[in-house]
């Protein structure tokens, strides 16, 4: 079956440059920034005082243009981040600049340059969609002209359908959708394809690099690691509460080891392998750790010669290996 993606082509480009002072300048700055919860007063802040710090001194900065994807473990203070940065928090110590500007202090000139897309919208199920539109239109300074919004998202043909009648994609992408409405410079994706079907949340990877394509800044947190390294030109990843590792995909699994593995075979004994630069361990499984795999892996298969290696695997570094080492506790 052929299926069809909507088109990068949006029927109406996000906000031009309005704002020549802060044009090619950073979107988002944070420094030092730190969140506690349920300190006491007078006590200051973190476990000393009773609380609970959720973002230990958090450094990061999203550039114009780009996509940044904020990733963290369980617990990471990611959440607590991004609440921080769309002003529905302040926080405990440090500063944050949102086009240069307080995004609690100056509310009223970042909000309406902001979209937001939360994880979960609750609309009321009995509207139609376009009444939901128009709804949402009604709280923005600028909003982009509706059917032109709802082409853009797919929802043209379901413009008069129930919110309730529409499927977990389709509800989703009107998410989306409201969250462009304003023709916002940054927008902030929060696990903005949790749940959808492979197919829908392809849609949705086309519609953000469609914004993307038209200058929008995206700030962008998931689950999905293969979201990350499709759509982000910048990853960071948090754990504890801080910023462990932060770059391109290529610079974040730089510092990290492909694997080779194999059972041990009958006739040949891996304590003869020369691998310089390579930590092997021997069992009935032999695994070796490498940076630099294709040489290595040259090595192996000359050391074998004609002998068969049971489960051969080479896996290069990936996203996946640097997450799934940082929540372990292998913080590099």
């Known amino acids: 079956m052929t299926t069809t993606q909507p088109s990068t082509r949006l029927h109406h480009p996000p906000r031009p440059a309005a704002h020549p002072a802060s044009a090619g300048a950073d979107v988002v700055t944070l420094t030092g920034v730190r969140r506690t919860y349920g300190a006491r007063r007078g006590l200051g802040l973190g476990k000393a005082a009773g609380g609970f710090e959720a973002v230990r001194g958090v450094d990061l900065t999203i550039r114009r243009g780009e996509v940044y994807a904020l990733l963290g473990t369980n617990g990471a203070?990611?959440?607590?981040?991004?609440?921080?940065?769309?002003?529905?928090?302040?926080?405990s110590a440090g500063t944050i600049r949102?086009?240069?500007?307080?995004?609690?202090?100056?509310?009223?000139?970042?909000?309406?340059?902001?979209?937001?897309v939360l994880q979960e919208?609750?609309?009321?199920?009995?509207?139609?969609?376009?009444?939901?539109?128009?709804m949402w239109a009604g709280t923005l300074t600028d909003p982009r002209a509706i059917d032109n919004m709802l082409a853009d998202v797919d929802l043209a043909g379901?413009?008069?359908?129930?919110?309730?009648s529409l499927s977990g994609g389709e509800k989703r992408r009107l998410d989306v959708g409201l969250g462009i409405l304003g023709r916002p410079e940054l927008l902030v994706l929060d696990e903005p394809t949790t749940g959808l079907d492979p197919e829908s949340r392809r849609r949705i990877w086309h519609l953000i690099?469609?914004?993307?394509?038209?200058?929008?800044?995206?700030?962008?947190?998931?689950?999905?690691?293969?979201?990350?390294?499709?759509?982000?030109?910048?990853?960071?990843i948090m754990h504890a509460g801080r910023i462990v590792t932060e770059g391109t995909l290529d610079d974040i699994v730089?510092?990290?080891p492909a694997s080779i593995t194999f059972r041990r075979p009958d006739r040949l004994d891996p304590a003869t392998l020369d691998l310089p630069?390579?930590?092997?361990?021997?069992?009935?499984?032999?695994?070796?750790?490498?940076?630099?795999?294709?040489?290595?892996?040259?090595?192996?298969?000359?050391?074998a010669g004609d002998e068969t290696l049971p489960g051969l695997t080479a896996t290069p570094a990936s996203l996946e290996s640097v997450f799934l080492a940082i929540a372990s506790g292998g913080v590099r």
């Open 77 to 91: 203070g990611k959440t607590s981040t991004v609440e921080l940065i769309e002003g529905l928090g302040a926080p």
């Open 98 to 116: 949102v086009f240069g500007l307080d995004p609690i202090a100056d509310r009223a000139r970042v909000r309406p340059r902001t979209g937001v």
């Open 121 to 134: 919208s609750g609309f009321p199920a009995t509207l139609t969609v376009r009444e939901v539109a128009r």
């Open 158 to 164: 379901r413009a008069g359908t129930a919110v309730q």
């Open 209 to 236: 690099e469609g914004m993307v394509a038209h200058g929008t800044t995206v700030l962008l947190t998931t689950h999905y690691l293969e979201e990350a390294e499709r759509l982000a030109d910048r990853i960071a």
């Open 254 to 256: 730089a510092g990290t």
């Open 277 to 303: 630069g390579a930590s092997v361990t021997v069992g009935d499984l032999v695994s070796i750790e490498t940076r630099t795999l294709q040489a290595t892996l040259a090595r192996v298969l000359a050391w």
